[in-house]
T-cell receptor, first 117, second 115 residues
């Protein structure tokens, strides 16, 4: 079974600074997708960024970028120029591209990000 | 598009009562997922459907839980009878399978409190 681990229960950053959230996963599959979701206090789950495992290039979305290390099974999220609105719980998630895990998202435990003004 | 719609947004009920949560997926999406979020267990997948057919219900905690998808635009998650340990936020999500672009979009969630 696939597992996703976020080893940082809480992180904090100063406004305008950069912060990196860590995520590792365990899988025997060769093809899969990885995601970072943001959950603000409203509880809405918002997709931040996604990465296809077959792509070597790291995904970027404006101030958000990932460092995807397939061999190490590591998928970290970097937030540049942090803003107060980035404060939220961040979840790393895995989805297999086929087989019995197809369509199923497996989530990590989450990291609470606090942004200080 | 209005996104995934869930109702009610909040539900407070007493132990033993039946609870029905509702979800309207994004139009055109062919996968629908039900998740539960608790402090103890985090986010868990309960069940998911493909073209209205249940594909995997291995996450459904017990027989008190049931889910249906009678058509492409509506799904329900029912708990009967409800227990205090069912208190959680229940999310519905939907996605459209196009090669390489499948992403799940989540509804706002239903916060359930069972007294």
């Amino acid at each position: 079974a696939q597992t996703v681990t976020q080893s940082q229960p809480e992180m904090s950053v100063q406004e305008a600074e950069t912060v990196t959230l860590s995520c590792t996963y365990d899988t025997s599959e060769s093809d899969y997708y990885l995601f970072w979701y943001k959950q603000p206090p409203s509880r809405q789950m918002i997709l931040v960024i996604r990465q296809e495992a077959y792509k070597q290039q790291n995904a970027t979305e404006n101030r958000f970028s990932v460092n995807f290390q397939k061999a190490a099974k590591s998928f970290s999220l970097k937030i540049s120029d942090s803003q107060l609105g980035d404060a939220a719980m961040y979840f790393c998630a895995y989805r297999g591209a086929g087989g019995t895990s197809y369509g199923k998202l497996t989530f990590g435990q989450g990291t609470i990000l606090t942004v200080h003004p | 598009d209005a996104g995934v719609i869930q109702s009610p947004r909040h539900e407070v009920t007493e132990m033993g009562q039946e609870v029905t949560l509702r979800c309207k997926p994004i139009s055109g999406h062919d996968y629908l997922f039900w998740y539960r979020q608790t402090m103890m267990r985090g986010l868990e997948l309960l069940i998911y459907f493909n073209n209205n057919v249940p594909i995997d219900d291995s996450g459904m905690p017990e027989d008190r839980f049931s889910a249906k998808m009678p058509n492409a635009s509506f799904s329900t998650l029912k708990i009967q009878p409800s227990e205090p340990r069912d208190s959680a936020v229940y999310f519905c999500a939907s996605s459209y399978l196009t090669s390489g672009r499948e992403t799940q979009y989540f509804g706002p969630g239903t916060r359930l409190l069972v007294l």
